[in-house]
């Protein structure tokens, strides 16, 4: 399976690893990044052996996408997009996506302790 046909099928389940990932880690960092007219919230995993990252970005107007990068035989990086379904917003945590608004809001990262999430 190529990592577009996983993104492209299986994207709810690459949501719910990455998520698991993230909030297994403390402390949890939720960065702010920007480019050109767009500004989003991230969570991100890297997999260095494999030179792949993951990542769920929130931009404004609630606008979710799944962010995919990677480097192909030729070494060529390539990154794709999926932006998520009404149902694929649910999957992360309730307080996740509160914490991953107000980075988005105030344009600043924050870390947190995982167990900050989980109460």
Same mark, same amino acid.
């Given at each position: #399976?190529? %990592?577009?046909?996983l993104? @492209?099928?299986h994207s709810?389940?690459v949501i719910?690893? =990455?998520?698991?990932e993230v =909030?297994?880690? &403390?402390?949890?960092?939720v960065?702010?990044? %920007?480019l050109?007219?767009d500004q989003?919230?991230?969570i991100?995993t890297?997999?260095y052996?494999?030179? @792949?990252?993951i990542?769920?970005r929130l931009?404004?107007? &609630?606008y979710y996408? =799944?962010? %995919?990068g990677?480097y &192909?035989?030729e070494d060529e990086f390539i990154e794709? $997009?999926?932006?998520?379904?009404?149902?694929? +917003?649910?999957?992360p945590? *309730?307080r996740l996506? +509160? $914490? #991953?608004k +107000? *980075?988005?809001? &105030?344009?600043?990262? #924050?870390s947190?302790?995982n167990?900050? =999430?989980?109460r």
């Amino acid at each position: #399976m190529t %990592f577009e046909e996983l993104i @492209k099928n299986h994207s709810a389940d690459v949501i719910e690893k =990455l998520i698991t990932e993230v =909030l297994s880690k &403390d402390p949890i960092e939720v960065r702010f990044d %920007f480019l050109e007219g767009d500004q989003w919230s991230i969570i991100t995993t890297h997999q260095y052996e494999e030179d @792949k990252e993951i990542s769920l970005r929130l931009h404004l107007n &609630d606008y979710y996408d =799944l962010y %995919f990068g990677y480097y &192909d035989d030729e070494d060529e990086f390539i990154e794709i $997009v999926h932006p998520l379904t009404e149902e694929e +917003k649910k999957i992360p945590p *309730v307080r996740l996506k +509160k $914490v #991953m608004k +107000k *980075v988005l809001d &105030d344009e600043q990262g #924050m870390s947190i302790p995982n167990n900050f =999430l989980s109460r």
